[in-house]
T-cell receptor, first 114, second 112 residues
Framework: KAGVTQTPRYLIKTRGQQVTLSCSPISGHRSVSWYQQTPGQGLQFLFEYFSETQRNKGNFPGRFSGRQFSNSRSEMNVSTLELGDSALYLC?????????????FGPGTRLTVT | AQTVTQSQPEMSVQEAETVTLSCTYDTSESDYYLFWYKQPPSRQMILVIRQEAYKQQNATENRFSVNFQKAAKSFSLKISDSQLGDAAMYFCAFGTASKLTFGTGTRLQVTL
């Protein structure tokens, strides 16, 4: 069974631009969560989507948004990029919503904002 | 809000020896899960072991085991017979309602 895939793997953007990251979960998984990893703030939860609905949200500004499609694929969008948005963005999929379900992580998208 | 504390930024262990990584957490939740994740240089997060808070028995997974002390809110990871492939960042995480709260990580070095 294929694992979680994230595209693109690397991205360089300029301040003020917007970016869209994509995550394809493991087949059959319906929940997708997004995390940001930076050297300063560590790993932080962004949001979780299950059955096309946002179920949980972390403490991030409204510039960070996401959505999930009927095939469970998810996208994350960051508008008006800031230098501090440079990070590794990880997505994780699980069978369903809830911590009793193991989260499987993708390889991440490395975003650099210049 | 939950907090997870890993007080050891770096640890070192000799191959074949045993090492214990510490983790404490703070929460008012009663229903939660605890996890240890490994992140090698490839940056791929890999689940090492998980513990359901309602279970008193400590979880074990081959060479990996935990010491879960619920009253003390402590959740340490013991790696036995350490191998070179165990070298990585290890993150302790608290899980509730699909949200994982991570500690700052412990970098484990394995020496010959």
């Amino acid at each position: 069974k294929a694992g979680v895939t994230q595209t693109p793997r690397y991205l360089i953007k300029t301040r003020g631009q917007q970016v869209t990251l994509s995550c394809s979960p493991i087949s059959g998984h319906r929940s997708v969560s997004w995390y940001q990893q930076t050297p300063g703030q560590g790993l932080q939860f962004l949001f979780e989507y299950f059955s096309e609905t946002q179920r949980n949200k972390g403490n991030f500004p409204g510039r960070f948004s996401g959505r999930q499609f009927s095939n469970s694929r998810s996208e994350m969008n960051v508008s008006t990029l800031e230098l501090g948005d440079s990070a590794l963005y990880l997505c994780a999929s699980s069978l369903a919503s809830g911590s009793s379900y193991e989260q499987y992580f993708g390889p991440g998208t490395r975003l650099t904002v210049t | 809000a939950q907090t997870v504390t890993q007080s050891q930024p770096e640890m070192s262990v000799q191959e074949a020896e045993t090492v214990t990584l510490s983790c404490t957490y703070d929460t008012s939740e009663s229903d939660y899960y605890l996890f240890w994740y490994k992140q090698p240089p490839s940056r791929q997060m890999i689940l090492v072991i998980r513990q359901e808070a309602y279970k008193q028995q400590n979880a074990t997974e081959n060479r990996f085991s935990v010491n879960f002390q619920k009253a003390a809110k402590s959740f340490s990871l013991k790696i036995s017979d350490s191998q070179l492939g165990d070298a990585a960042m290890y993150f302790c995480a608290f899980g509730t309602a699909s949200k994982l709260t991570f500690g700052t990580g412990t970098r484990l070095q394995v020496t010959l």
